[in-house]
């Protein structure tokens, strides 16, 4: 079965400071993964994915995301972060023919000033 | 634009009492999921349909039934709420092939 783990629930860091929010997966199968974010009671949104080829996948707000096949993971980094990318981030692998998403715990970026 | 609608935002109902939430699309998309977000918690499936074929989670609750009764619609019924079921509850869209799958906004469900 497939799994995904976020290794930090929460990842406090000031403004303009880099961040990586990590992602670990297992599958015995290709995946695809995903990077979602969520703003407070809201939906969530598509950061980023990786379907094949590259392994550098890029968001057009400036966080970029590594499939790194060998090491089973996808974690996602920004390199100057602003105060309103707070918000919480989860890490998906899509399962099969269903596209059934299954989700990591979630990353709480906290950006302060 | 194109999007995924639920209604209502925020729903408040009695514990025992039976419950709908809608999810609407204006993508034309064949595949709706339905997931279920606890506080801080990711969000988990319950179930999908493709086209018309309802896809359960083995692990869904039978409190939980769902209605598509055409393309753009998609019902979640929750027959008795407990205490329990308070929880955002997800609605997602994807066009079959595709990767991607688009979430309406949610509606966050409590139970008094």
């Known amino acids: 079965a497939q799994s995904v783990t976020q290794l930090d629930s929460q990842v406090p860091v000031f403004e303009e400071a880099p961040v990586e929010l990590r992602c670990n997966y297992s599958?015995?199968?290709?995946?695809?993964l995903f990077w979602y974010v969520q703003y407070p009671n809201q939906g969530l949104q598509l950061l980023l994915k990786?379907?094949?080829?590259?392994?550098l996948v890029e968001s057009i707000n400036g966080f970029e995301a590594e499939f790194n096949k060998s090491q089973t993971s996808f974690h996602l980094r920004k390199p100057s972060v602003h105060i309103s990318d707070t918000a919480e981030y989860f890490c998906a692998v899509s399962e099969g023919n269903t596209g059934k998403l299954i989700f990591g715990q979630g990353t709480t970026l906290q950006v302060k000033p | 634009d194109a999007m995924v609608i639920q209604n209502p935002r925020y729903q408040v109902t009695q514990f025992g009492k039976p419950v709908t939430l809608s999810c609407s699309q204006t993508l034309n998309h064949n595949v709706m999921y339905w997931y279920q977000q606890k506080s801080s918690q990711a969000p988990k499936l319950l179930f999908h349909y493709y086209d018309k074929d309802f896809n359960n989670e083995a692990d869904t609750p039978d409190n939980f039934q769902s209605r598509r009764p055409n393309t753009s619609f998609c019902f979640l019924d929750i027959r008795s709420p407990g205490l329990g079921d308070a929880a955002m509850y997800l609605c997602a869209t994807r066009e079959g092939g595709s990767d991607e799958q688009y979430f309406g906004p949610g509606t966050r469900l409590t139970v008094t």
């Open positions: 599958s015995s199968v290709s995946v695809y």
């Open positions: 990786y379907l094949s080829g590259s392994t």
